[in-house]
């Protein structure tokens, strides 16, 4: 059983939104950093949104920044993505990710979001496209 389970992508005209879903599958979530990262084909894998335990800290890519909202449900295990007003620089590959924060390697959630490359082990991301 797969770790990480992303859903909700798909085809979506500019202006659109779509809503991910990722279920981390875990025992527990509530102490843990959530996050959501996007590969786009060439690009490297960027930080999208990042989440603290408990919600109380919130970090966007600038790109991002008033259209997309993360969430979650510690009850589910499962993070939320809202995409609202979506562009078609946001067509990427979606995936999520969980971290344990506050020490020295994710100190917070820009940490988090700014190293991917600390991450070892992903799902298969969900595909958005945003295309008329």
């Known amino acids: 059983q797969s770790r990480l389970v992303e859903s909700g992508g798909g085809l979506v005209q500019p202006g659109g939104s779509l809503r991910l879903s990722c279920v981390l599958n875990r025992s527990h979530l509530d102490d843990h950093f959530v996050g959501w990262f996007r590969q786009a084909p060439g690009k490297e894998r960027e930080g999208v949104a990042c989440m603290s335990d408990g919600g109380s800290s919130i970090h966007y890519a600038d790109s991002v920044k008033g259209r997309f909202v993360i969430s979650r449900d510690d009850a589910k295990t499962t993070t939320y993505l809202q995409m609202n007003n979506v562009e078609p620089e946001d067509t990427a590959v979606y995936y999520c990710?969980?971290?344990?924060?506050?020490?020295?390697?994710?100190?917070?959630?820009?940490?988090?979001?700014?190293?991917?490359?600390?991450?070892?082990?992903w799902g298969q991301g969900t595909q958005v496209t945003v295309s008329s």
């Open positions: 990710q969980w971290a344990l924060g506050g020490g020295p390697r994710f100190p917070d959630v820009q940490g988090m979001c700014s190293s991917p490359l600390k991450f070892h082990y």
